[in-house]
């Protein structure tokens, strides 16, 4: 039976599935990095609340119209569902100009659905929408430790520029930027 596997822009009707893929996969990505009450906290009702009126807001106005949310589907069955998504739009630290570089803010597949092509999907589709729009590099954060995203990106050729970063999330997680140029 074939399948039919898409990346296409994100609908209003996709915030809950969107949501339900962001909080299992952060368990899977940040699982050994952060406390258990911390992963907790992020998986309950209150946050999953906050993170539907977030990406509510986003879809329906983004904070420029350089600003884009994309979902992977996979049908099966004749079932279309959301399996991954990313967000992604000029980039916001100080150092880089949002003119001409760009940032994936979260790019997250369905644990049960890694290794199946969706988060590549992904990847290309931010980054052909990028080139479009007229960006030449590409940006995105990552824990420094070990682990399934930072591999991801740097088997896609993505590498650090240097860039560090401390956020606390109950204890220290250090992030470091990873790049990719994109355009000419």
């Not at 940040?30 to 993170?51: H, I, K, N, Q, S």
């Not at 977030?54 to 959301?82: F, I, K, N, Y």
């Not at 999330?169 to 930027?177: A, E, K, N, S």
Request: glycine content about 10%; proline content about 6%; charged content about 25%.
């Amino acid at each position: 039976m074939s399948r039919a596997q898409f990346v296409r822009p994100a609908r209003t009707a996709d915030v809950d599935a969107v949501v339900a893929v962001q909080v299992d996969s952060w368990r899977a990505v940040y699982g050994t990095l952060l406390p258990d009450d911390v992963l907790a906290e992020m998986a309950g009702e209150e946050a999953r609340g906050t993170f539907r009126e977030q990406w509510t807001a986003a879809l329906a106005s983004p904070p420029t119209s350089r600003h884009r949310l994309v979902v992977a589907t996979d049908e099966e069955s004749g079932v279309r569902s959301v399996v991954g998504f990313a967000a992604f739009g000029p980039a916001g630290d100080p150092d880089l100009w949002p003119g001409k570089d760009a940032e994936v803010f979260a790019l997250h597949v369905a644990p049960e659905r890694t290794r199946q092509g969706h988060g590549s999907r992904l990847l290309n589709a931010c980054v052909e929408q990028l080139v479009e729009s007229g960006f030449g590099t590409v940006y995105v954060w990552v824990p420094e430790s070990g682990n399934a995203l930072r591999a991801f990106f740097e088997s896609s050729g993505w590498r650090p520029d240097g860039a560090r970063r401390e956020i606390d999330l109950g204890r220290p997680l250090t992030m470091v930027r990873l790049h990719a140029a994109i355009g000419a």
